[in-house]
């Protein structure tokens, strides 16, 4: 049972675009959604997260927007840059955290000059 | 910066050859994870430790077994490696409630 859907798998934009990735949890339990960054050859590194208790959270040009009732988080990318492309999994997990994470599949972002 | 390292970058093992992958971490996190990446499928979580000596599975535990004899070292083994354990295996380690990878050890079986 998939816990965590994300869509799109993949995704091309031009440069100064806003890319949007979505993701769609199942377990009401989970209290911790963060989203990880993956470029070619790496692992993934933590990019933002965010609880429920807020609906919005920016960190530069990335945004996190959370609906509590829909049960889905998304991720826009603002003014995107040929060196966002990468790949970016959405996450979930219990315990604000500190339990296990369950990852999306995974979206390759691909952001043309 | 928290440093987690897989000394093994690229490896090709045979059918049935036992195989192990080893990661070290230097921030003395107690929690370390395997996860196992393939295209399509993500990440998935193969064992994890809370403590030396001490493991869980995660949701893909069958062909692998983990060993955790020191804090800052655990092991990912195969047993008797198999050509559908061809994949990335990453290591992880959390600091708080955040989670740091390592780069990535891909393994091909033949």
């Known amino acids: 049972q998939q816990q965590v859907k994300q869509s799109p798998q993949s995704l091309i934009v031009q440069k100064g675009g806003i890319p949007i990735i979505n993701c769609a949890y199942e377990?009401?339990?989970?209290?911790?959604f963060p989203w990880y960054q993956q470029f070619p050859g790496k692992g993934p590194a933590l990019l933002i997260a965010i609880r429920p208790d807020v609906s919005e959270k920016k960190e530069g040009r990335f945004t996190i927007s959370f609906n509590k009732s829909a049960k889905q988080f998304s991720l826009h990318i603002m003014d995107s840059q040929p060196g966002d492309s990468a790949t970016y999994f959405c996450?979930?997990?219990?315990?604000?955290?500190?339990?296990?994470?369950?990852f999306g599949k995974g979206t390759m972002l691909l952001v043309s000059p | 910066d928290v440093k987690v390292t897989q000394s093994s970058r690229y490896l090709v093992k045979r059918t049935g050859e036992k195989v192990f992958l080893e990661c070290v971490q230097d921030?003395?996190?107690?929690?370390m994870f395997w996860y196992r990446q393939d295209p399509g499928l993500g990440l998935r979580l193969i064992y994890f430790s809370y403590d030396v000596k001490m493991k869980e599975k995660g949701d893909i535990p069958e062909g692998y077994s983990v060993s955790r004899e020191k804090k800052e070292r655990f092991s990912l083994i195969l047993e008797s490696a198999s050509t559908n354990q061809t994949s990335m295996y990453l290591c992880?380690?959390?600091?708080?409630?955040?989670?740091?990878f390592g780069e990535g050890s891909w393994l091909t079986v033949v």
């Open positions: 921030m003395d996190h107690e929690n």
């Open positions: 377990n009401t339990a989970f209290d911790y």
């Open positions: 996450a979930a997990s219990f315990n604000s955290g500190y339990s296990t994470l369950t």
């Open positions: 992880a380690t959390r600091g708080r409630n955040t989670i740091y």
